[in-house]
């Protein structure tokens, strides 16, 4: 398709060294700025993706596997798993490293959701996204189940419209 993009060209991976004030006063990055860091690079990917401005519309369950200490360094991978009308879902996989010892460990996970916008700040169309692996196809699958379940919780469709929850939970 010629207005189409793979997720390989909106992928951002951002790192971040854990300074004191970026800390608890248990010595583990506070969430709060975490997710910040990874709003930023969400929104650097899904504006790889449309090129064009955008802002977040919704953040999916972000839970955390593994406390990332002081003097960590973050890495934080994000790259649009799925592309609809003028919206566009992020997966981000986050992990710390503790460069002294020479391991990484997985932290967490989450999906944010952008809009694209036009010069008057109205949403706009962005370009389809084409999955090529498997876990890109895997992401790309679960995007519309994901979108409706938010669609839902926000209040913005009703639970019978929603097709792919659905087939989750009728017997064949």
């Keep these: 398709m010629a207005n189409s993009k793979t997720s390989k060209e909106s992928k951002v991976v951002m790192t971040e060294l854990v300074l004191p004030n970026d800390t608890n006063t248990f010595g583990n990055l506070m969430g709060g700025r975490l997710m910040y860091w990874m709003d930023i690079a ?11 401005p955008v802002v977040t ?16 360094v973050v890495h934080i991978e994000a790259k649009v798993s799925r592309a609809f009308n003028s919206s566009m879902e992020v997966h981000l996989s986050v992990s710390g490293e503790d460069a002294i010892h020479q391991y990484k460990y997985k932290s967490n996970e989450a999906y944010y ?59 064949p």
């Design 42 to 52: 969400a929104a650097l990917a899904a504006m790889k993706h449309c090129g064009a």
């Design 57 to 72: 519309a919704s953040v999916d369950n972000i839970s955390f596997e593994s406390p990332i200490k002081l003097g960590n």
């Design 113 to 171: 959701t952008f809009v694209a916008l036009d010069p008057n700040g109205k949403a706009r169309k962005v370009p389809q996204l084409i999955p090529e692996t498997e876990e890109e196809k895997k992401l790309f699958d679960g995007a519309l189940r994901r979108r409706q379940l938010r669609l839902i919780l926000g209040g913005k469709m009703d639970p019978t419209e929603a097709s792919e929850l659905k087939a989750l939970f009728e017997k």
